[in-house]
């Protein structure tokens, strides 16, 4: 199973950050965190490695129209699903509020399982659009091009689409150990007819991409009965 995916939730309202906070975090799909003003969700954003992979958003700041902060975040090159949240839902709030960057707009009071459900499919959007780029040790990576940049020299290097289904899975599960049955059933699916072998041969034709030294491998590592991505090389290009 994939690492819980970062959510930021912005929102001056203490009940409902903490119903989100505690809610999101339940099954571990999700690893939300909160803010209640935007000074405070600028800071997180800028922060040292900070990641967050969606933000939800809160129209009425203490501090901020939230639709003015999202037209700032979009302005500032932050490409990652925003969803707003709002007590007013007429349709002048809703076109204002996509307007702004917005890619979802959720009306007060709203259920959870609703929320959980946008969430989800503006992240499957965003993967697979071609504003999702995550830095892999030297390289910049698309999926949607599924391609490599080298930020060094520009070398591009291009991957097969299971190398590059790979590659998003174990980034994704955050540096931590993938087990080789479960990167099978996610890359190929429920596939008797695959085995491990066809994923060894796979690892082994990436990493004769991607390692600066094939026989040194220092990206994409052995371990645990699966693989990893080294997570100190790991980080995401905004």
């Known amino acids: 199973m994939a690492s819980p995916r970062p959510i930021l939730i912005i929102d001056d309202d203490a009940a409902v950050r903490e119903t989100l906070l505690e ?33 939800v958003l809160d129209i009425g700041l ?18 990652i699903p925003i969803i707003m949240l709002t007590g007013a839902d007429a349709e002048q709030d809703v076109v204002r509020g996509l307007d702004s960057g917005a890619n979802d707009y959720i009306a007060k009071p709203f259920r959870l399982n609703e929320l959980v459900a946008r969430l989800r499919a503006q992240l499957r959007v965003f993967d697979s659009s071609e504003h999702a780029v995550f830095t892999i040790g030297p390289y910049l990576f698309r999926p949607a091009t599924k391609q490599l940049v080298e930020n060094a020299s520009g070398r591009k290097i291009r ?24 990167l099978l059933n996610e890359v190929w699916g429920y596939n008797s007819a695959v085995t491990t072998h ?41």
Request: aromatic letters at 6%.
């Open 23 to 55: 809610q999101l975090a339940l099954d571990g799909e999700f690893a939300p965190a909160a803010a209640d003003c935007a000074k405070a969700a600028s800071a997180m954003l800028d922060g040292e490695n900070a990641r967050f992979d969606a933000i």
């Open 159 to 182: 991957l097969t689409e299971k190398e590059a289904a790979i590659l998003k899975f174990l980034y994704r599960a955050g540096g931590k150990p993938v087990p080789r049955q479960t």
């Open 198 to 238: 066809t994923l060894e041969t796979h690892i082994y034709r990436l990493r004769q991409k991607i390692e600066p030294t094939p026989n040194d491998t220092r990206l994409l590592l052995t371990e645990g009965g699966g693989y990893r991505l080294e997570i100190k090389a790991m980080e995401v290009a905004a």
């Open 62 to 79: 203490p501090d901020a129209d939230g639709r003015e902060y999202c037209a700032q975040l979009r302005r500032s090159g932050i490409s």
